[in-house]
């Protein structure tokens, strides 16, 4: 990268003097005016909203545009997470742009939205939307599976009923982090699907993501692309999957988010995926009212992903015997002729050209095997301080 591009991407240490009247107009005018609710315009976030610690890793929706227009497309029109008098879970909101905008919603859209941000530099800014009786800000992090604890043992849930799996649920949104336990939050959220675990105990929630492109490319992969993982299995076997809008009205990022694009010295040292710029894409996730993962299954299913996709650009036939000592004796029951054709897989398939449908019936083969391991190793599951005991491949 030539000098002349790293000046330009350097954010300057003090702001022009225009920027600084008016951002000293506009604390004059939040202090004494009656707008305390207010935030500043994008442009003067990065002198309000230092993004220094474990902020740097964060990203808020800023531009008051881009939240209007995303609120509208997680929870009106078209959505598959569209519905009437949802309580929502907002997790990593930072000062609070997109809880704003979801708050002018129609109160018959928007019951409750409970607020989960843990940052002293943006809790100032979420505490006067309290104002709306609709409102509860509860200073904790959405990543700690204890938050959740927390919620419901002082009473932010009891609002929410327990409904039949087919009749859909309430919603949760999340400001994904740029980091790995980001990445293996949103890993998470698909595994807790198929058992009702979580929040999914309450019906079949709908989601809204806001991520990284890297992560939602790996997400929604196709069978047969280089993208195709573990991920992409659990996640297409367990949801639907839908843009809430086309990726290009969230680029470039610096109109739209915050942090704008930092130092690149700070940022080359980061995977490309995760520096600050990389494009981002709002997602909306509805669980499948019929689940491929059945209960009781799902160990098995991590299992046996994990173990094949280290050899995703091997055939079956080839790769099978990796599952455990003997295991190749399954390719002769994937292709029994006693079955029908449509119980049938192609071992010449590679590991990423799998379909659903060929992993469901991978899975009943292994389940059904006498010779399986019992002990899986399978260490997924939250801990008490949100962390993970594995990566996802």
């Given at each position: 990268?030539?000098?002349?591009?790293?000046?330009?991407?350097?954010?300057?240490?003090?702001?022009?003097?225009?920027?600084?009247?008016?951002?000293?107009?506009?604390?004059?005018?939040?202090?004494?005016?009656?707008?305390?609710?207010?935030?500043?315009?994008?442009?003067?976030?990065?002198?309000?909203?230092?993004?220094?610690?474990?902020l740097r890793d964060r990203v808020s929706v800023?531009?008051?545009?881009?939240?209007?227009?995303?609120?509208?497309?997680?929870?009106?029109?078209?959505?598959?997470?569209?519905?009437?008098?949802?309580?929502?879970?907002?997790?990593?909101?930072?000062?609070?742009?997109?809880?704003?905008?979801?708050?002018?919603?129609?109160?018959?859209?928007?019951?409750?939205?409970?607020?989960?941000?843990?940052?002293?530099?943006?809790?100032?800014?979420?505490?006067?939307?309290?104002?709306?009786?609709?409102?509860?800000?509860?200073?904790?992090?959405?990543?700690?599976?204890?938050?959740?604890?927390?919620?419901?043992?002082?009473?932010?849930?009891?609002?929410?009923?327990?409904?039949?799996?087919?009749?859909?649920?309430?919603?949760?949104?999340?400001?994904?982090?740029?980091?790995?336990?980001?990445?293996?939050?949103?890993?998470?959220?698909?595994?807790?699907?198929?058992?009702?675990?979580?929040?999914?105990?309450?019906?079949?929630?709908?989601?809204?993501?806001?991520?990284?492109?890297?992560?939602?490319?790996?997400?929604?992969?196709?069978?047969?692309?280089?993208?195709?993982?573990?991920?992409?299995?659990?996640?297409?076997?367990?949801?639907?999957?839908?843009?809430?809008?086309?990726?290009?009205?969230?680029?470039?990022?610096?109109?739209?988010?915050?942090?704008?694009?930092?130092?690149?010295?700070?940022?080359?040292?980061?995977?490309?995926?995760?520096?600050?710029?990389?494009?981002?894409?709002?997602?909306?996730?509805?669980?499948?009212?019929?689940?491929?993962?059945?209960?009781?299954?799902?160990?098995?299913?991590d299992f046996v992903l994990r173990?094949?996709?280290?050899?995703?650009?091997?055939?079956?036939?080839?790769?099978?015997?990796?599952?455990?000592?003997?295991?190749?004796?399954?390719?002769?029951?994937?292709?029994?002729?006693?079955?029908?054709?449509?119980?049938?897989?192609?071992?010449?398939?590679?590991?990423?050209?799998?379909?659903?449908?060929?992993?469901?019936?991978?899975?009943?083969?292994?389940?059904?095997?006498?010779?399986?391991?019992?002990?899986?190793?399978?260490?997924?599951?939250?801990?008490?301080?949100?962390?993970?005991?594995?990566?996802?491949?």
């Open positions: 990268m030539s000098a002349a591009t790293l000046s330009l991407l350097r954010i300057p240490k003090k702001l022009p003097r225009n920027s600084l009247q008016r951002l000293k107009s506009w604390q004059t005018t939040r202090r004494y005016g009656t707008e305390l609710s207010s935030l500043p315009p994008h442009d003067l976030w990065r002198k309000v909203f230092p993004a220094t610690g474990v800023a531009n008051p545009e881009t939240a209007d227009r995303l609120a509208s497309a997680f929870l009106t029109g078209k959505s598959n997470a569209a519905g009437k008098s949802k309580i929502i879970i907002e997790a990593f909101p930072g000062p609070g742009c997109l809880s704003r905008a979801l708050l002018k919603l129609d109160s018959s859209i928007v019951k409750k939205l409970i607020i989960l941000e843990e940052s002293e530099a943006y809790l100032e800014y979420l505490e006067p939307l309290r104002a709306d009786p609709r409102v509860s800000v509860v200073p904790r992090s959405g990543h700690d599976w204890d938050t959740y604890q927390y919620l419901e043992e002082n009473h932010y849930l009891d609002e929410i009923e327990t409904v039949p799996w087919d009749s859909g649920g309430k919603y949760i949104h999340h400001h994904i982090p740029h980091t790995v336990r980001g990445e293996q939050l949103v890993a998470q959220f698909f595994r807790a699907i198929p058992e009702h675990l979580w929040l999914f105990k309450y019906g079949r929630v709908p989601m809204s993501l806001i991520m990284g492109e890297w992560l939602w490319e790996r997400v929604t992969a196709l069978h047969g692309s280089s993208a195709r993982c573990k991920v992409s299995v659990i996640a297409q076997a367990t949801a639907e999957l839908q843009n809430a809008v086309r990726p290009s009205t969230l680029q470039p990022y610096d109109e739209h988010f915050h942090p704008r694009t930092m130092n690149p010295y700070y940022v080359a040292k980061k995977p490309e995926s995760r520096r600050l710029g990389h494009p981002l894409v709002a997602g909306n996730i509805l669980p499948y009212e019929k689940q491929v993962i059945t209960p009781g299954l799902l160990e098995k299913w173990r094949l996709f280290v050899l995703k650009a091997s055939k079956l036939n080839k790769a099978m015997g990796s599952l455990a000592p003997g295991a190749d004796t399954l390719n002769k029951v994937l292709t029994d002729s006693r079955l029908p054709p449509e119980e049938h897989v192609n071992l010449n398939k590679t590991i990423k050209q799998l379909t659903i449908a060929d992993w469901a019936l991978i899975i009943r083969a292994f389940d059904n095997w006498p010779f399986a391991p019992e002990d899986l190793l399978i260490s997924d599951a939250f801990d008490t301080k949100g962390t993970r005991g594995e990566k996802h491949h």
